[in-house]
């Protein structure tokens, strides 16, 4: 089977040129190479990190608003000295009503009722201050999923049953099926029996925080038919700033965002994924100037012989095929091979990064899109940076070409 005329000349040149096509195809294979490899690795880091921070917590959580001094009046000339007032212990005004409003609003996932409030969980002579949090178990575990932190027991925060965190247990030196006295700043006490010890991954949490049920945190907090809190889930993690404001429009209360509360956490994410694209557009930048270089060194070398092609009547369209064929072969098969690259790239890191409890740190699977768009990428790169060596062969006079 006989060759198109563009395709035979340009497998001649990428034949004659063996040394050049070799360098510009490793060039384009390490570039594809650590553009798959870094978008893989920052954005997997970027889930985990997010993961971890946001899975033992709300993306967006709903308060009473604060409690402010009222102002002197107008006009008055009394000074004193205004200390800011103490926060008591508050349910939301009509809380059902505003968890009903929030279930409804676009983008919410899920709605938790939460009671919290400061204490002590006390077993014979230690004690230990705590944040004892009253929930509904199926609607909290929509929010944080308290399953997959569990070491021992389960979720059972029924009647006088409670879960605590591994270092509270190991403060108090209890096991699941003991009990332990839970004594509020109210004066309030109740002895819980635990059913369950969960390790979210954060020692401070661990020690502080003590589950039960609605009602017996209702009873302990002297907060009768109360919540202080409205926890929510949405469906996009980047648009729960947008949500909250609209919430707190709409309720008037304290409405805070992840983030808000976590904004060093996105800054950080921001700056990654502004140096990941950084990255990236040099990287593209040194194929392309790469690619182009060789093939303009190319056209210089084979002058007369594109002379001669154009006298023997190859249309200019021809001549700039020749080296656009050449541009997109450096690209499409650079590509493939930076692919493979980089998923060996992946199974090499993944195998000795490890997290603390001895996991993946991340997976050397790679999104098909990504590799997609990286391919993509590298053949419209290779396609561009011919263009201009390709019109200068198209453009050359045959007559002033074969006398050069």
């Not at 994410?269 to 190319?298: E, P, T």
């Not at 996991?359 to 940076?385: K, R, Y």
Request: glycine letters at 8%.
């Amino acid at each position: 089977m006989r060759l198109p005329f563009a395709w035979m000349v340009c497998l001649r040149y990428l034949r004659e040129g063996r040394m050049q096509t070799l360098l510009i195809l490793a060039g384009v294979t390490a570039g594809v190479a650590v553009i798959i490899f870094l978008t893989t690795l920052i954005s997997q880091l970027q889930a985990s990190i997010i993961d971890k921070t946001l899975g033992s917590q709300a993306h967006i959580v709903m308060k009473p608003p604060r409690a402010v001094n009222l102002t002197s009046l107008p006009g008055s000339n009394t000074a004193a000295i205004v200390q800011p007032r103490a926060q008591r212990l508050r349910s939301i005004d009509q809380w059902e009503a505003v968890a009903r409003l929030a279930a409804q609003t676009r983008g919410v996932q899920a709605v938790s009722p939460i009671l919290s409030g400061a204490g002590f969980a006390a077993r014979a002579e230690a004690n230990q201050p705590i944040a004892l949090l009253g929930v509904d178990p199926q609607a909290y575990q929509r929010i944080v999923r308290m399953d997959k932190y569990l070491t021992l027991g389960r979720f059972d925060v029924s009647g006088a049953n409670t879960v605590i965190g591994v270092e509270l247990a190991k403060d108090l030196g209890v096991a699941v099926g003991d009990k332990v006295r839970i004594i509020t700043m109210e004066g309030r006490n109740d002895l819980l029996t635990i059913a369950g010890i969960f390790d979210i991954g954060n020692r401070d949490l661990n020690r502080r925080w003590v589950y039960s049920s609605i009602k017996m945190a209702q009873s302990l907090l002297d907060l009768p038919g109360g919540i202080t809190e409205i926890d929510l889930r949405v469906t996009d993690l980047f648009q729960a700033e947008r949500t909250a404001l609209e919430l707190q429009a709409q309720t008037g209360l304290s409405v805070d965002s992840w983030m808000q509360t976590n904004a060093q956490l996105l800054t950080a994410l921001k700056s990654q994924s502004m140096s990941n694209n950084l990255i990236r557009f040099f990287v593209v930048l040194i194929v392309a100037v790469g690619i182009a270089s060789v093939l303009v060194v190319s056209v210089v070398q084979k002058q007369k012989e594109i002379g001669i092609l154009r006298a023997m009547g190859a249309t200019p369209r021809r001549v700039m095929a020749v080296f656009l064929l050449q541009g997109g072969f450096y690209g499409l098969l650079g590509s493939a091979l930076g692919s493979g690259l980089s998923l060996a790239l992946l199974n090499f890191f993944s195998s000795f990064s490890r997290n603390a409890d001895g996991t993946l740190l991340i997976s050397p699977d790679i999104e098909p899109s990504v590799v997609a768009w990286a391919c993509a990428l590298a053949l419209v790169v290779g396609l561009l940076a011919a263009a201009l060596p390709a019109r200068r062969a198209a453009s050359m006079d045959p007559v002033q070409a074969i006398r050069a």
